[in-house]
Each structure stands twice: as structure tokens, then as C-alpha cells.
């Protein structure tokens, strides 16, 4: 087993941009188990639109893959730290853009709420299907969050759990009109276009705004955003007839969520 961080097409491909009019999105392995990732390799060479830029077979090669490859997502073998969630944490400070999928061997309920606060996009068991893996890296790296069905659960769980719990000292954020009206979309499961389409603007401005939102409410995805919102009533008292009026529409989030980790 080598020693090094390894890339596919040395000196070629991970340096390469797209074809143009190709929508690729370009996967950094890593996983302890080399046959793991050969399989996956080849899984992958069928696609048209994924590209393994590089690989890892350890947490230090992972963060040393990030640093040399762009990637838009890394697929993370929860083994390889011995604190899965701070290298969750730790691989999102290290490469910003790049999102996180982490494989898990055994899911459990705990550990899953602990990797999505950390702010990982998506969670798979290694047993997933190919086909799951690679709707699921293509989802992630448009932006969405990929859940399983069990996961799906325990986060709606936890979501109503915490929508019930009492607010002693409510966050003092301000929040332009735009950015609400934005927060409200999602908080109702829309998507970055039909958001731009919904207040008349591009995907790349509402995705601007968003990132504007987490920083401010220190969240870091859609997932959290759902969650502070119903948590901290951040939409109550939007005028009458409002996307933003109506109250729980943060559930509508991850029911979509739900839908799609099903399908």
C-alpha cells in the first residue's frame, strides 16, 4: 500500500478543467481500503460527468489532497480519524467549496446529527448501492444534502425535538428583506433556481446571499438553516401572505430531503 497521496492521470486530469458544456464533478477519494477505491474508480469511469482527481488512504493524505486538488466533493471514510466529526469540521475549514460525503461502516443515530452539524452534505453506508452513490455525489455537488432514509429520522427527530424547546435569549441578527425572503424559500424546500426564479435574480446572487446568511446565523448548510429558523422563529411576523408567514415551513426541507434519499 503506498505512502503517498496519489491522483489519477498524473500531472493531467487533476489539473484540467471540463469540457465546455460539461457539467463534471470532480471526486477526491479517500478510504483506507485500496480495493475499496479501485472499485469505486471504475465505477466512476463509466460516467461521463465524474472525475477522481485524487486519493487518500489516510485523514493526513486527505487534508494533503485537498490542499493539492480542487475537488468538488471529497468522499471520507468516517474510519480514517479518530474523531470522525472534528475531521468533518476540519476538512470543511481546509477546503472551502469543497463539500463532504462521509462513508460510515455502522450508522448511528448520534453520530450522524454530529456529522451534519459539522456540516457534512451528505452521509452513505459503504454498503450503498452504486447507482445511490453517484446520484448522491452529483446531488451533493449541486448543492443539495443527500440523507438515507434511516438518517432521515433521526433528523426530522431531532428537528422536532428542538422546534419544542423554549428560546431564552433570541439571537439579535438582522436580516435584509431580500436575505429573509430568500431564507423563507429554502426553509420551504425550494431549490437555488426556483429561488432565483421567485425573486428574480441568478442562482449565483441567491447562492451569494446564502453563504451571506450562514455567516451570519453561523449555520452551514441548508439543513441547519431549516433548523434555526423553526428554533428561533426567525420567519414569525413576516407580512400576511408571505412565503416567510407560514409557520413550520422548515419541515417541508427535509420531507423533500426524505423523498429524494428514498427514491
Not at 41 to 59: I, N, Y
Not at 136 to 156: D, F, H, I, M, T
Not at 160 to 166: E, K, L, M
Amino acid at each position: 500500500m503506498g505512502g503517498s497521496t496519489l491522483k489519477e492521470n498524473e500531472g493531467q486530469e487533476a489539473s484540467t478543467p471540463a469540457d465546455a458544456g460539461t457539467a463534471s464533478v470532480s471526486v477526491i477519494l479517500a478510504d483506507s481500503q485500496t480495493i475499496f477505491r479501485v472499485g469505486l474508480r471504475k465505477v466512476f469511469a463509466l460516467e461521463d460527468d465524474l472525475r477522481v482527481v485524487g486519493q487518500a488512504e489516510s485523514f493526513g493524505q486527505a487534508i494533503a489532497a485537498l490542499s493539492k486538488f480542487a475537488a468538488d466533493v471529497i468522499l471520507f471514510e468516517a474510519a480514517l480519524a479518530a474523531n470522525p466529526a472534528d475531521a468533518v469540521a476540519e476538512l470543511l475549514r481546509r477546503a472551502h467549496g469543497t463539500k463532504v460525503v462521509v462513508l460510515t461502516a455502522n450508522s448511528e443515530e448520534e453520530q450522524t446529527l454530529e456529522f451534519f452539524r459539522r456540516g457534512a452534505h451528505g452521509i452513505v453506508d459503504r454498503a450503498v448501492a452504486p447507482e445511490q452513490l453517484i446520484e448522491c455525489l452529483r446531488k451533493v455537488a449541486q448543492g443539495e444534502l443527500w440523507l438515507q432514509p434511516q438518517a432521515v429520522n433521526w433528523v426530522l427527530n431531532a428537528y422536532r425535538t428542538q422546534a419544542t424547546r423554549p428560546i431564552a435569549n433570541p439571537p439579535k441578527v438582522h436580516l435584509t428583506h431580500k436575505e429573509l425572503l430568500i431564507v423563507s424559500c429554502v426553509a420551504q424546500g425550494m431549490k437555488n433556481k426556483e429561488i432565483a426564479q421567485r425573486v428574480n435574480t441568478t442562482e449565483q446572487v441567491v447562492k451569494n446571499y446564502l453563504r451571506k446568511v450562514y455567516d451570519k446565523l453561523g449555520v452551514s448548510d441548508r439543513l441547519e438553516l431549516a433548523l434555526y429558523c423553526l428554533h428561533h422563529r426567525l420567519l414569525d411576523g413576516a407580512e400576511p401572505g408571505s412565503p416567510a408567514q407560514q409557520a413550520g415551513a422548515a419541515e417541508p426541507a427535509l420531507a423533500a430531503m426524505a423523498q429524494k434519499a428514498g427514491q
